[in-house]
């Protein structure tokens, strides 16, 4: 009898641990069935499927995206996704994005994050309220590269040894993985390998290789290397956007979005922009949360007639709207009409110091029976000089692209029509803490 009670004894004990355990189970089941929903498939054609817990399933208009999800398209397949914040997603063909992380909490800001990984193809993306109010907590992933937010409208091009992304409104910041920018964080990366593009170049795309280094900044005679030529958007596309976003969609997102690890400056008198007839045609201006009170912002000289074309990590360069009419041939020596620079150094913690610096020794020759350019400057900081060059392209829109085979600093420029005037961002590595960033205007 005492070994029948045992034998019971232990069938009940078993049955109660396998329901507990059960129990657990469908509970655990229950929490990831329930995970908060992070947005909804607006649109989808072709092949099309979603990967959710190890389960893949065809995608259907209407469907709920939850966080975790990878979005897969075949060779006809196209994705397109309104999420919580009115954000927006487009995975093109023979494409795999993935959702890291969505957090979207309107009453809490700093709670808010945005994390994408872009494992193959081409995804558009269209930032929402959730990474305009916390753009220190979004990043666009790809296997090569991090992408930070500094605008509204991109695409993203991953190839399996580079990735390259084009902007159509506002601006972007690119890096490639290495010990300054790691792919467990959830942030913009920053320092010398870090560049930037905004949306005032057409057809204009950065690169960067699997290899590391700097992104390259190339612009296409024919545009058929960007990401949208690889894989162009279908017309349901074009027209994601209502008449009130597109209004506010424009190129001052990369200076209000605009993201620094200086201190903010204070609030003064907003600087007044020059009367057109005696102002510079090329200007640069600071972006608004970096500390040079000496320096007007990108804000009060990105006037109606004026675009963004390039940045770097402390100014925005402008030119006028209208700039398409260069010289075809001749040789032009232009003359130095001024320039700002600073050492950049970083400190333990990402926290960044400006020392002012100066330029000396300036020269800028523009030969368009080649279409080169070659410059020359030294940057005086901290007592010590450092001479700097660069060699590059004069291309048809008017801009100097750099060859890093030829130059030892980073550099992109512009002309204003005719060449009547010059203006270069430039930024050269010292030490993997120390950087030179600048800014040069040039006249004939």
């Known amino acids: 009898m005492r070994t029948l009670y045992k034998t019971l004894f232990k069938q009940l004990f078993c049955t109660l641990c396998l329901g507990l355990l059960g129990l657990q189970t469908a509970n655990a089941q229950k929490a990831v069935t329930e995970a908060p929903i992070i947005g909804s498939i607006t649109f989808q054609v ?9 389960s893949s399933t065809p995608l259907t208009k209407g469907q709920t995206l939850k966080v975790g999800d990878r979005l897969l398209t075949g060779p006809d397949g196209h994705i397109h996704a309104r999420m919580i914040d009115n954000g927006f997603i487009a995975v093109r063909p023979m494409a795999k994005l993935q959702i890291q992380s969505y957090t979207y909490a ?4 700093s709670a808010n994050r945005v ?38 409208d991109y695409v993203v091009q991953a190839l399996p040894d580079a990735t390259r992304v084009s902007v159509l409104k506002g ?24 560049r930037e593009l905004a949306a ?33 958007p279908r017309p349901e596309e074009l027209h994601v956007l209502s008449e009130r976003e597109l209004a506010q969609t424009t190129a001052l997102a990369s200076e209000v979005l605009r993201t620094s690890t200086a201190q903010p400056v204070q609030p003064t008198q907003p600087i007044q922009p020059l009367p057109p007839a005696t102002r510079p045609e090329i200007a640069w201006g600071r972006w608004s949360n970096v500390a040079l009170p000496n320096t007007p912002t990108v804000v009060s000289v990105l006037t109606d007639d004026r675009e963004i074309t390039f940045g770097n990590a402390l100014f925005g360069l402008v030119r006028p709207s209208n700039s398409n009419a260069f010289p075809s041939t001749g040789v032009i020596g232009m003359n130095y009409q001024g320039g700002e620079a600073y050492l950049q150094t970083t400190q333990p913690g990402q926290t960044q110091t400006l020392a002012p610096a100066q330029l000396g ?24 000089t450092h001479p700097l060059n660069a060699q590059g392209s004069i291309h048809s829109q008017g801009l100097l692209l750099v060859d890093p085979s030829r130059s030892n600093m980073n550099l992109a420029g512009v002309l204003s029509n005719n060449a009547n005037e010059a203006g270069y961002l430039f930024d050269a590595s010292l030490s993997p803490t120390q950087n030179l960033v600048g800014a040069t205007r040039w006249s004939r």
Do not use: W
């Open 200 to 232: 005032g170049i057409p057809q204009a795309y950065m690169e960067v290789r699997a290899q590391g280094g700097l992104p390259t900044i190339v612009v296409p005679e024919s545009g058929k290397d960007g990401p949208n030529k690889a894989s162009p």
């Open 361 to 384: 020794n300036t020269n800028l020759q523009l030969d368009f029976n080649k279409r080169q350019f070659s410059t020359q400057l030294n940057v005086t900081a901290q007592g010590i």
């Open 115 to 152: 994390g994408l990984m872009l494992e193959s193809g081409v995804a558009r993306t269209i930032s929402g309220k959730a990474g305009e109010a916390a753009r220190e907590h979004y990043r666009f992933n790809t296997p090569v590269a991090a992408i930070g937010l500094r605008g509204t």
């Open 46 to 54: 072709g092949d099309t499927r979603l990967e959710r817990n190890g």
């Open 171 to 194: 601006a972007v910041t690119m890096s490639a993985f290495g010990p300054s920018c790691l792919l467990s964080t959830l942030s913009p990366c920053t320092g010398p390998l870090t």
């Open 106 to 109: 309107p009453q809490d800001p």
